[in-house]
C-alpha cells in the first residue's frame, strides 16, 4: 500500500507547499550575471588545468566557471551565449612584440617572404609608386631566403631611388640596407665605427649595409607619422591582434613619449588592449621612472627596463665564445660596455624595476647572467628575463636556476632560424640552441611570446611551433631538435598566465578563474587534442575582452 495514502490531504498540501517554496526561494537567490557562456569547452589555465563546461561573468571580470548545471544553477543572466561545443582558451597574450614598430610598419613596405634582392626591390617600388614624395622605408627582408645568401650591397637601391632616401630593414631589425642618399643625410662616411655596430664597407666603400647600432644613426631621420597617421596605425595594429586572439601583449622597449600616446589613446577608450611596456635604455626613460615611478591601469603596465645585450644570429651580430662556423675570426658583439649593463642592473635593483636584456649568443646570455648574478639574491622573485635565450653554454644554465632569472623565448624563431642555425654554430653548439625544455626547466614556467613583427603576429604558430617544431609544410618530420618542444600544456600556459607572470599580472589575467578579467578566445577547433598536423589550421571565431566580443570571424 502506498504510504501516502494514509496522510491527511492537507499534510500532502502542507509538503508541496514547503517544497514549492524552496524552490522559489532558491532561485531568488541566484546572482545575476551579466554574461553566461554554456555549452563550450574551456581550459582554464588554472593551477590544475581544469577543463570546464561554462562560466558567469559580471563588470567585465568571471564570477565562477564550472559545469553547466553548476553556473546556471548558481547565476541567472539575460545574455546566455551558447558555443555549440567550441573549445574556448584565456586571452592570448603575447610576452614579447615590438607593437609600436608593428604598427608604424603597417605604412612601409612589407618585405617579409622576398626571395630575392630584386623581389625586394620590386616590392619596394610598387609599394611607393603612389606615395612619389619622402622616405622610402621598407622591413622584412632576409637574404637567407635568397639564392646568393651573402648580404646585399646599395648599388641597386641607388639606381631605383637615386633622389629619396632610402632605409630596407632587415626582418630581425638588426641590420638594414641604406642607399647612398640616406647614408650622406646621416653623415656616414667609410671608416666611421660604432659600439656595437657596423658601418661595412668593401674596397674602402660603403656598401649601404648597416649592422645593429649603426641602423639607428639613419633610422632616426625619419619623420614620425601625423597623430592622424599614428592613431590610424594602432588602431589597425589592435584590429590585427584581436583577429589573431591577442588581448595583451609586451611592448619590448619604447620611450616614454609613446607611453604617453598609447595611455592617451586608451584613455580616449580607442586603445583596448592590454599592453606591458618595457621603457627602452634610454636617459631619459630613466628620469621619467624615477620621477613618474611604476604606471599599473587596467590596460597599461610599465615598471620595466629593456637592454640589448647583443646582435642577432642571422646577421651574425650575436655575440659567442667560440667564432661563427661560417665566418672564421668573427664572434659578434655585444651592443653595449659591460660597464653600462651592470649600471643599469644596479639602477634596476635599487630602483626596484624589472630588468629584461636582449641576449642571444652564448657569450652575450654569459656576459648578462654574470651581471645579474652580481645584484640578485638567490631565490628572489624580481623576474628578471632574458629575451631570446637562444643560445646558452649548458655550464650557464644552472644561474637560470639558482637567480630565478626568467628566460622569454619566441618558439618560431627555432622553425625560421632551422634552415641555416647550424651554418651559424656548427654540429655541436645547434645541439644546445633553442632548447627551450631545458629553459622551463630551470624555474618551472616561461612566457612565451612571438617578436612580432620579426615573426608572423599569429599566437598559433607560436604554439604550433613550440609543440612540433617544423614549419607549415611539416618539415623536418621529426622535428627541428624535437627533444627541446614543449607539451601543449606548457606552450598554452606560457602564452596565458606564465605571460602573464612574467609582467607580474598573474592575479588579474592570465587564465580563467574567479576575479580575473573575462579575456577568452573561441577557437574553432581543439588545439589541445586535435591531430598534431592539424593545430597550424586552427581559426580564432571570436576574441573577447572584458567579457564583451572585440572581433568576431565573419
Given at each position: 500500500m502506498d504510504f501516502r495514502s494514509s496522510l491527511p490531504p492537507f499534510r500532502l498540501s502542507r509538503l508541496g507547499g514547503f517544497f514549492l517554496l524552496f524552490i522559489l526561494h532558491a532561485c531568488s537567490f541566484k546572482k545575476q550575471a551579466d554574461c553566461l557562456i554554456v555549452n563550450a569547452r574551456i581550459y582554464t589555465a588554472d593551477s590544475v588545468f581544469s577543463v570546464a563546461e561554462a562560466m558567469a561573468i559580471r563588470d567585465g571580470k568571471?564570477?565562477?566557471?564550472?559545469?553547466?548545471?553548476?553556473?546556471?544553477?548558481?547565476?541567472?543572466?539575460?545574455?546566455?551565449?551558447?558555443?555549440?561545443?567550441?573549445?574556448?582558451?584565456?586571452g592570448l597574450n603575447d610576452a614579447h612584440a615590438h607593437f609600436i614598430q608593428y604598427a608604424l610598419g603597417l605604412q612601409e613596405a612589407n618585405l617579409v617572404g622576398t626571395t630575392s634582392l630584386q623581389e625586394t626591390l620590386e616590392r619596394t617600388k610598387s609599394f611607393f609608386s603612389e606615395r612619389p614624395n619622402g622616405w622610402v622605408v621598407g622591413r622584412g627582408w632576409d637574404q637567407n631566403d635568397w639564392p646568393v645568401k651573402e648580404f646585399p650591397d646599395n648599388r641597386a637601391l641607388n639606381d631605383l631611388f637615386p633622389d629619396r632616401p632610402a632605409l630596407l630593414i632587415?626582418?630581425?631589425?638588426?641590420?638594414?640596407?641604406?642607399?647612398?642618399?640616406?647614408?650622406?643625410?646621416?653623415?656616414?662616411?667609410?671608416?666611421?665605427?660604432?659600439?656595437?655596430?657596423?658601418?661595412?664597407?668593401?674596397?674602402?666603400?660603403?656598401?649601404?649595409?648597416?649592422?645593429?647600432?649603426?641602423?639607428?644613426?639613419?633610422?632616426?631621420?625619419?619623420?614620425?607619422?601625423?597623430?592622424?597617421?599614428?592613431?590610424?596605425?594602432?588602431?589597425?595594429?589592435?584590429?590585427?591582434?584581436?583577429?589573431?586572439?591577442?588581448?595583451?601583449?609586451?611592448?619590448?622597449?619604447?620611450?616614454?613619449?609613446?607611453?604617453?600616446?598609447?595611455?592617451?589613446?586608451?584613455?580616449?577608450?580607442?586603445?583596448?588592449?592590454?599592453?606591458?611596456?618595457?621603457?627602452?635604455?634610454?636617459?631619459?626613460?630613466?628620469?621619467?621612472?624615477?620621477?613618474n615611478g611604476k604606471i599599473k591601469t587596467d590596460r597599461m603596465?610599465?615598471?620595466?627596463?629593456?637592454?640589448y645585450g647583443d646582435g642577432a644570429l642571422g646577421s651574425r651580430g650575436a655575440c659567442l665564445l667560440h667564432a661563427y662556423h661560417d665566418q672564421p675570426g668573427h664572434y659578434g658583439f655585444l651592443l653595449s660596455q659591460p660597464a653600462h649593463f651592470d649600471s643599469v642592473a644596479k639602477w634596476s635593483l635599487e630602483k626596484e624595476w624589472q630588468l629584461c636584456t636582449h641576449a642571444i649568443g652564448d657569450s652575450g646570455n654569459r656576459v648578462i647572467l654574470n651581471t645579474?648574478?652580481?645584484?640578485?639574491?638567490?631565490?628572489?622573485?624580481?623576474?628578471?628575463?632574458?629575451?631570446?635565450?637562444?643560445?646558452?653554454?649548458?655550464?650557464?644554465?644552472?644561474?637560470?636556476?639558482?637567480?630565478?632569472?626568467?628566460?622569454?623565448?619566441?618558439?618560431?624563431?627555432?622553425?625560421?632560424?632551422?634552415?641555416?642555425?647550424?651554418?651559424?654554430?656548427?654540429?655541436?653548439?645547434?645541439?644546445?640552441?633553442?632548447a627551450y625544455q631545458t629553459l622551463l626547466e630551470q624555474n618551472g614556467w616561461m612566457p612565451l611570446g612571438t617578436d612580432f613583427p620579426v615573426e608572423d603576429i599569429s599566437p598559433i604558430k607560436t604554439f604550433y611551433s613550440a609543440v612540433i617544431r617544423k614549419d607549415a609544410a611539416g618539415w623536418p618530420s621529426d622535428g627541428f631538435l624535437p627533444e627541446f618542444a614543449l607539451t601543449r600544456e606548457q606552450a598554452l600556459r606560457g602564452m596565458t598566465i606564465w605571460a602573464a607572470k612574467g609582467s607580474f599580472e598573474e592575479k588579474t589575467k592570465g587564465s580563467l578563474e574567479k576575479g580575473k578579467w573575462a579575456d577568452f578566445v573561441v577557437l574553432d577547433q581543439d588545439l589541445m587534442q586535435v591531430d598534431p598536423e592539424k593545430i597550424i589550421q586552427t581559426q580564432v571565431l571570436a576574441t573577447y575582452l572584458n567579457g564583451k566580443a572585440v572581433y568576431q570571424k565573419k
Open positions: 568571471i564570477l565562477a566557471t564550472g559545469s553547466r548545471a553548476s553556473i546556471e544553477q548558481k547565476f541567472k543572466s539575460d545574455s546566455i551565449k551558447d558555443m555549440g561545443g567550441r573549445t574556448i582558451v584565456p632587415r626582418i630581425d631589425g638588426h641590420a638594414a640596407l641604406a642607399n647612398q642618399t640616406a647614408l650622406k643625410m646621416a653623415g656616414v662616411q667609410p671608416g666611421d665605427t660604432i659600439v656595437g655596430g657596423e658601418y661595412v664597407t668593401r674596397m674602402g666603400k660603403l656598401t649601404g649595409l648597416l649592422i645593429d647600432n649603426a641602423v639607428d644613426r639613419v633610422s632616426k631621420l625619419i619623420p614620425a607619422p601625423s597623430e592622424e597617421e599614428y592613431t590610424s596605425a594602432m588602431l589597425q595594429a589592435q584590429r590585427n591582434c584581436f583577429e589573431s586572439g591577442l588581448t595583451s601583449l609586451t611592448d619590448c622597449g619604447l620611450h616614454h613619449s609613446q607611453v604617453k600616446k598609447l595611455m592617451k589613446l586608451q584613455e580616449e577608450e580607442k586603445l583596448l588592449i592590454r599592453l606591458n611596456v618595457m621603457l627602452s635604455d634610454d636617459p631619459t626613460n630613466y628620469r621619467f621612472a624615477e620621477d603596465t610599465v615598471h620595466s627596463i629593456k637592454v645579474y648574478a652580481k645584484y640578485l639574491p638567490k631565490r628572489n622573485n624580481l623576474r628578471w628575463r632574458i629575451e631570446h635565450a637562444q643560445v646558452v653554454n649548458p655550464y650557464d644554465l644552472v644561474l637560470f636556476r639558482q637567480l630565478r632569472v626568467i628566460p622569454s623565448v619566441q618558439p618560431t624563431h627555432a622553425t625560421s632560424d632551422m634552415y641555416w642555425a647550424e651554418r651559424r654554430l656548427g654540429s655541436e653548439r645547434i645541439k644546445h640552441a633553442y
